[in-house]
């Protein structure tokens, strides 16, 4: 039984930590957030960088460092714990994993070492509108190897360098590589719920768009990059819940009311202890779905979906409690809070709302059982 | 990040279950198929843990000079999990292996040690552990069972309650009050007690659920000698702390029916827009139930880990009874309600499952108030696992005889 970070993974995690610490404290993040015209923070992505954990699992081949994924677990909640302002998950979680689990050699040889270097920023376009994606009615065509459409919002869109875009084509869903720099996109930069991370309107008018996997199973393969980014954002979330707690809990031993500490009032407590409880559960699903990632275990897509309810559900309760116990100073723009609060409905947005996510884990669980 | 035996314990897996299959065999062989609270049912349990300690099963991480197994935690854990899966478990020696005989090793002299703690390894005989009282549940020091000396005997009066298995045990661990003119937690002494004493009297307590698995127990004038006291006069809740320690390792999950059945049960029934299984306020349900049951078992993966890392398991495990008797609760309410009228059934023979459904709505209340309320448990959390300050205690520097008293 190793249900556990190694030590050398813990050795790395510190390490990241005492990195963001120093590299990504709340004026970085507020640096962001306050300035319109800034979409992420270019020092820190730039530093992140050369730290080589944009190409943590990059294989050796494609100039990464070949780790594991539980090594980029532990990255992630750290960036999560930090709230970094960087479109790390689009360009690693998704370009990256989508690239490394369906591209061709080519293709990988084209852009994995770019990721690694920290020369290529990527992101996902699914969405067309509100509600769920669904592969059936997708507006975004592929003719004749152009691209036409509209995805509208883009994580990271306004800066990304290249998309992985799901479109139709023959009346199939198909998942095609653009690049955003080419003729024929057109970006616009939209507002969202967590400034810290940009979002974009991306408008393609017959853009060259390179297929990647097999024709037709465009919609198959975002699921499979989303169960792989579903593993990695849970430990993001973690992160974030786990900073919540700590935040709230300092705050509450500080703060005095009625002659007392705060924190000494069971009300305070059991809502603490309830914090605690729910990133204890969304922890242990997270290092299940970090073994199943590690391993490529038939598993993942259960593991993965549990990851991601569990820790969608432990951030929401975690950074909206928080701001509760800090109580009226916890609703300002000075304090933290709301920093994680944002990031806690992007995190759990970004891959799907958690809805979608439980229906996918029953209907797992219906398949497994049938089996 | 894996939860693969590593190869010392998957040898030892492999030991375990095949002494499991033949004894397990063996064992049904002789006992077949016995009710639950009956005598045969009892015979079959002491048997069974008799045969254990023979093979050096039972009480795993006890040095087999005394009787154990002279294992590791580790190799406890993997044991009780075969155990499982071989479909054997009785529940009968849990509080006094778990709780009352590791209170009477540290506690006693070496002559009481010998003459308890084999006989209660190989189940001959059952401890119960007497702490509740009417009027200290939660509060166990406000606890009012009297304990005066008299030469050298103590005589001792009064009441204890929610004793689990009472009736069945042979041997107890008494807290008592041997000095009510100073505050509650200093004026309380330590005892191990026979339970078969005349003055001793055990009422078997109907539960909402509808057994009877606890008691009422009643002194009058039950005389013990000194020798029996554990720990020194006014030390009790020194004593009982390692008791109730020692309580959160033993009192563990629950059982009954969970996500599986329910989804099996949800395939079976007819909704009200079709299938129940296809309702999509149950599916959300079931989603969160399987999160919480699967992040419960991964946390007891993490607590085996740090077993085998050789690290002691702290308070965090606390978390297992909120989350497993809460949801016992809920997932049993929504079976129920999924029957619609035909859920107000408990008859085995006629309620889908055998009633499984039903009798866990019944116990779950219980469970949630069982070896620490969820109150209790969250105060535990946030107390020594969080940092934060105790409650604020009232009654801290009064004399027990001053205290306040309601019912």
Redesign the interface.
Same mark, same amino acid.
């Given at each position: 039984? %190793?249900? $556990?970070?190694?030590d050398d993974?813990k050795f790395l995690k510190d390490e990241a930590r005492k990195f963001l610490d120093g590299r990504c404290g709340p004026a970085v993040v507020r640096g962001v957030l306050d300035d319109p015209a800034r979409s992420f923070d270019k020092d820190l992505w730039a530093a992140v960088a050369e730290q080589g954990w944009l190409g943590a699992c990059i294989p050796e081949e494609f100039n990464g460092l070949g780790l594991g994924r539980?090594e980029l677990c532990a990255i992630a909640e750290e960036l999560g714990r930090a709230v970094a302002p960087i479109p790390f998950a689009s360009t690693v979680y998704f370009l990256a994993e989508g690239v490394m689990l369906a591209g061709s050699q080519d293709q990988k040889a084209t852009i994995l070492p770019r990721i690694a270097a920290g020369e290529l920023i990527g992101c996902l376009a699914t969405s067309e509108g509100p509600g769920v994606v669904n592969a059936s009615n997708l507006a975004c065509r592929v003719e004749g190897g152009k691209l036409t459409g509209v995805k509208i919002p883009v994580t990271d869109g306004d800066v990304a360098d290249m998309a992985l875009v799901l479109a139709s084509e023959a009346g199939k869903a198909g998942l095609y590589l653009v690049d955003l720099t080419a003729k024929g996109v057109s970006r616009e930069t939209l507002k969202s719920l967590d400034p810290t991370r940009s979002v974009a309107k991306l408008t393609f008018d017959g853009v060259a768009a390179e297929r990647i996997g097999e024709a037709g199973a465009g919609f198959d393969l975002v699921q499979a990059i989303m169960d792989r980014a579903a593993v990695l954002l849970a430990f993001e979330q973690l992160g974030g819940s786990d900073k919540c707690?700590e935040m709230a809990?300092d705050y509450?031993?500080g703060r005095y009311a009625f002659g007392?500490?705060i924190?000494?009032y069971?009300a305070?407590?059991?809502k603490?202890? %309830?914090m605690? /409880?729910k990133n *204890? /559960?969304?922890?242990?699903?997270a290092?299940?779905g970090?073994?199943a990632l590690?391993v490529d275990a038939p598993e993942l897509p259960i593991a993965a979906?549990?990851a991601r309810?569990?820790a969608s $559900?432990a951030f929401w309760f975690s950074s909206k409690e928080s701001i509760q116990v800090h109580g009226g100073m916890g609703f300002t723009w000075d304090v933290d809070c709301h920093l994680y609060y944002r990031r806690s409905r992007q995190l759990s947005l970004v891959a799907g709302a958690p809805?979608v996510?439980? *229906?996918r884990?029953?209907s797992q669980? *219906?398949q497994k059982?049938a089996a | 990040?894996?939860?693969?035996?590593?190869p010392e314990?998957a040898a030892y897996r492999d030991k375990a279950r095949a002494w499991l299959a033949e004894n397990a065999a063996a064992h049904r062989a002789q006992f077949g198929d016995v009710k639950a609270n009956t005598p045969e049912h009892m015979a079959a349990a002491k048997a069974w843990q008799a045969r254990k300690a023979g093979a050096g099963y039972a009480c795993i991480t006890w040095p087999a000079a005394i009787g154990g197994g002279g294992g590791t935690p580790?190799q406890s854990v993997i044991f009780g999990q075969e155990e499982t899966k071989a479909g054997l478990s009785y529940g009968y020696f849990t509080i006094g292996l778990g709780m009352c005989v590791p209170t009477v090793m540290a506690f006693s002299n070496t002559e009481t040690k010998q003459r308890f703690v084999s006989p209660a390894v190989k189940g001959e005989e059952i401890w119960c552990q007497l702490f509740s009282e009417p009027a200290g549940g939660s509060d166990v020091a406000a606890l009012r069972t009297r304990a005066i000396k008299d030469g050298d005997e103590w005589v001792i009066n009064g009441q204890k309650v929610w004793t689990t298995g009472a009736h069945y045990c042979d041997f107890g661990i008494l807290l008592t009050r041997t000095d009510p003119d100073v505050p509650k937690h200093k004026g309380l002494t330590m005892f191990w007690i026979d339970m078969r004493d005349a003055a001793v009297e055990c009422r078997p307590i109907h539960q909402m659920s509808g057994g009877r698995e606890f008691n009422e127990v009643y002194f009058t004038d039950l005389r013990v000698k000194d020798s029996q006291r554990l720990g020194e006069v006014g030390d009790g809740w020194k004593v009982a702390l390692v008791t109730l320690m020692n309580e959160r390792l033993a009192v563990g999950g629950s059982s009954g029916p969970n996500y599986r059945e329910i989804?099996g049960l949800a395939r079976e029934l007819t909704g009200a827009t079709g299938p129940a299984?296809k309702d999509?306020a149950f599916?959300?349900k079931?989603? +969160?139930w399987?999160?919480?049951s699967?992040?419960?078992?991964?946390?007891r993966? =993490?607590t085996?880990?740090?077993l085998? =890392?050789g690290q002691t398991p702290g308070p965090?495990s606390s978390?297992g009874k909120?989350?497993a008797a809460n949801q016992m609760q809920e997932l049993a309410n929504t079976a129920v309600e999924m029957e619609d009228q035909y859920g107000i059934l408990v008859d085995p023979a006629q309620a889908p499952a055998e009633a499984a459904f039903q009798q866990s709505l019944m116990w779950a209340p219980g469970l949630r108030i069982a070896g620490g309320t969820d109150?209790i448990?969250?105060?535990i959390?946030?107390?020594r696992?969080?940092?934060?300050?105790? +409650?604020?205690r009232v009654d801290k520097d009064v004399a027990f005889k001053d205290m306040p008293t309601g019912r």
């Amino acid at each position: 039984m %190793d249900f $556990d970070f190694s030590d050398d993974q813990k050795f790395l995690k510190d390490e990241a930590r005492k990195f963001l610490d120093g590299r990504c404290g709340p004026a970085v993040v507020r640096g962001v957030l306050d300035d319109p015209a800034r979409s992420f923070d270019k020092d820190l992505w730039a530093a992140v960088a050369e730290q080589g954990w944009l190409g943590a699992c990059i294989p050796e081949e494609f100039n990464g460092l070949g780790l594991g994924r539980v090594e980029l677990c532990a990255i992630a909640e750290e960036l999560g714990r930090a709230v970094a302002p960087i479109p790390f998950a689009s360009t690693v979680y998704f370009l990256a994993e989508g690239v490394m689990l369906a591209g061709s050699q080519d293709q990988k040889a084209t852009i994995l070492p770019r990721i690694a270097a920290g020369e290529l920023i990527g992101c996902l376009a699914t969405s067309e509108g509100p509600g769920v994606v669904n592969a059936s009615n997708l507006a975004c065509r592929v003719e004749g190897g152009k691209l036409t459409g509209v995805k509208i919002p883009v994580t990271d869109g306004d800066v990304a360098d290249m998309a992985l875009v799901l479109a139709s084509e023959a009346g199939k869903a198909g998942l095609y590589l653009v690049d955003l720099t080419a003729k024929g996109v057109s970006r616009e930069t939209l507002k969202s719920l967590d400034p810290t991370r940009s979002v974009a309107k991306l408008t393609f008018d017959g853009v060259a768009a390179e297929r990647i996997g097999e024709a037709g199973a465009g919609f198959d393969l975002v699921q499979a990059i989303m169960d792989r980014a579903a593993v990695l954002l849970a430990f993001e979330q973690l992160g974030g819940s786990d900073k919540c707690l700590e935040m709230a809990k300092d705050y509450a031993l500080g703060r005095y009311a009625f002659g007392r500490v705060i924190a000494g009032y069971q009300a305070i407590k059991h809502k603490l202890a %309830d914090m605690y /409880v729910k990133n *204890e /559960v969304a922890r242990s699903n997270a290092y299940y779905g970090a073994w199943a990632l590690n391993v490529d275990a038939p598993e993942l897509p259960i593991a993965a979906s549990a990851a991601r309810i569990a820790a969608s $559900d432990a951030f929401w309760f975690s950074s909206k409690e928080s701001i509760q116990v800090h109580g009226g100073m916890g609703f300002t723009w000075d304090v933290d809070c709301h920093l994680y609060y944002r990031r806690s409905r992007q995190l759990s947005l970004v891959a799907g709302a958690p809805r979608v996510w439980k *229906e996918r884990l029953v209907s797992q669980l *219906e398949q497994k059982n049938a089996a | 990040m894996d939860f693969n035996d590593s190869p010392e314990e998957a040898a030892y897996r492999d030991k375990a279950r095949a002494w499991l299959a033949e004894n397990a065999a063996a064992h049904r062989a002789q006992f077949g198929d016995v009710k639950a609270n009956t005598p045969e049912h009892m015979a079959a349990a002491k048997a069974w843990q008799a045969r254990k300690a023979g093979a050096g099963y039972a009480c795993i991480t006890w040095p087999a000079a005394i009787g154990g197994g002279g294992g590791t935690p580790i190799q406890s854990v993997i044991f009780g999990q075969e155990e499982t899966k071989a479909g054997l478990s009785y529940g009968y020696f849990t509080i006094g292996l778990g709780m009352c005989v590791p209170t009477v090793m540290a506690f006693s002299n070496t002559e009481t040690k010998q003459r308890f703690v084999s006989p209660a390894v190989k189940g001959e005989e059952i401890w119960c552990q007497l702490f509740s009282e009417p009027a200290g549940g939660s509060d166990v020091a406000a606890l009012r069972t009297r304990a005066i000396k008299d030469g050298d005997e103590w005589v001792i009066n009064g009441q204890k309650v929610w004793t689990t298995g009472a009736h069945y045990c042979d041997f107890g661990i008494l807290l008592t009050r041997t000095d009510p003119d100073v505050p509650k937690h200093k004026g309380l002494t330590m005892f191990w007690i026979d339970m078969r004493d005349a003055a001793v009297e055990c009422r078997p307590i109907h539960q909402m659920s509808g057994g009877r698995e606890f008691n009422e127990v009643y002194f009058t004038d039950l005389r013990v000698k000194d020798s029996q006291r554990l720990g020194e006069v006014g030390d009790g809740w020194k004593v009982a702390l390692v008791t109730l320690m020692n309580e959160r390792l033993a009192v563990g999950g629950s059982s009954g029916p969970n996500y599986r059945e329910i989804m099996g049960l949800a395939r079976e029934l007819t909704g009200a827009t079709g299938p129940a299984i296809k309702d999509n306020a149950f599916r959300e349900k079931l989603a +969160d139930w399987y999160v919480q049951s699967e992040g419960l078992k991964f946390t007891r993966f =993490r607590t085996m880990t740090a077993l085998s =890392r050789g690290q002691t398991p702290g308070p965090e495990s606390s978390i297992g009874k909120i989350i497993a008797a809460n949801q016992m609760q809920e997932l049993a309410n929504t079976a129920v309600e999924m029957e619609d009228q035909y859920g107000i059934l408990v008859d085995p023979a006629q309620a889908p499952a055998e009633a499984a459904f039903q009798q866990s709505l019944m116990w779950a209340p219980g469970l949630r108030i069982a070896g620490g309320t969820d109150e209790i448990l969250k105060n535990i959390i946030a107390e020594r696992v969080l940092g934060l300050p105790g +409650d604020v205690r009232v009654d801290k520097d009064v004399a027990f005889k001053d205290m306040p008293t309601g019912r």
